[in-house]
């Protein structure tokens, strides 16, 4: 199982997991390290795409790419891009700004476009973080920084309860100094940190009904419900295009206001 639980970059126990459209995971930092400026990876045209894959697959495969239109997001078999409409997670699709950014899966090389914000636009995969929290616990692992640029990272010394951001000591002198605005947060043993964060996530969001230990952190646009990280796996959603919660609601008020 501990395979599993291993970043295909890294090859170290998932930090900061961040979940790609194609469903497979990364440590944030890896994902940052992996992107690259949209011009290294420039994207097929849709008609392209969809005349080779007519002379290359079966009928079966014709199918599925055609339904898979209907969302938005293509997303074929081959190691392409998604093409489609521009969503609002930052996670962009055909034409590019040049600021635009771009990452190929380490496992299926498809390309994913970001705009200037790059892969901190991925959701956070918090179900893979959760199992590796456990299984680290199971065995006395120690918790890694989340902000080391080096890869192994540094071991933790704290947690913040409020940035949620697990720190080795020398990220926490640089990026969370104990003076200024950031004095009064408070700063935990890092399993204690981890703990407090479970329990303050298990309150705050809304558990799935079907995985009861996960929280509704992504929507559906296709089936237009909420799901947990492990309804990804379900094949009701596999090729739809799905968009982090949180996004969709501040896109709904922006909505609502400029219509108002």
Do not use: W
Not at 94 to 111: G, I, M, T
Not at 215 to 221: D, H, I, K, Q, V
Not at 232 to 237: A, C, F, G, I, K
């Amino acid at each position: 199982m501990e395979e599993e639980l291993r970043c295909p970059v890294c090859k170290q126990l998932f930090n900061n997991p961040v979940l790609l459209p194609c469903y497979h995971a990364l440590c944030l930092n890896c994902a940052v390290h992996l992107q690259q400026p949209a011009s290294q990876h420039p994207p097929p045209t849709q008609a392209a795409e969809l005349a080779n894959e007519s002379a290359d697959y079966q009928e079966v495969d014709k199918l599925s790419i055609l339904s898979e239109t209907d969302s938005g997001v293509v997303c074929n078999s081959r190691p392409n891009s998604y093409v489609g409409t521009p969503n609002i997670q930052g996670i962009l699709f055909p034409p590019l700004a040049s600021s635009a950014l771009s990452l190929a899966c380490p496992v299926c090389h498809k390309v994913v476009y970001f705009d200037e914000n790059g892969a901190h636009n991925l959701p956070k995969y918090r179900a893979m973080q959760s199992i590796v929290d456990k299984y680290g616990e199971t065995r006395n692992l120690t918790l890694k920084c989340q902000l080391c640029e080096t890869e192994p990272a540094e071991d933790a010394t704290v947690m913040c309860e409020q940035c949620e951001v697990l720190y080795c000591d020398t990220c926490r002198e640089n990026c969370h100094p104990s003076r200024g605005p950031l004095a009064k947060h408070t700063l935990l043993e890092p399993l204690q940190g981890r703990a407090a964060l479970r329990n303050k996530t298990k309150t705050k969001d809304v558990q799935c009904s079907e995985h009861e230990d996960e929280a509704l952190s992504m929507y559906c646009m296709v089936c237009k419900v909420p799901v947990c990280p492990l309804c990804l796996h379900d094949t009701r959603h596999t090729s739809h295009d799905v968009q982090a919660i949180n996004s969709m609601c501040k896109a709904q008020k922006v909505s609502e206001m400029s219509t108002s």
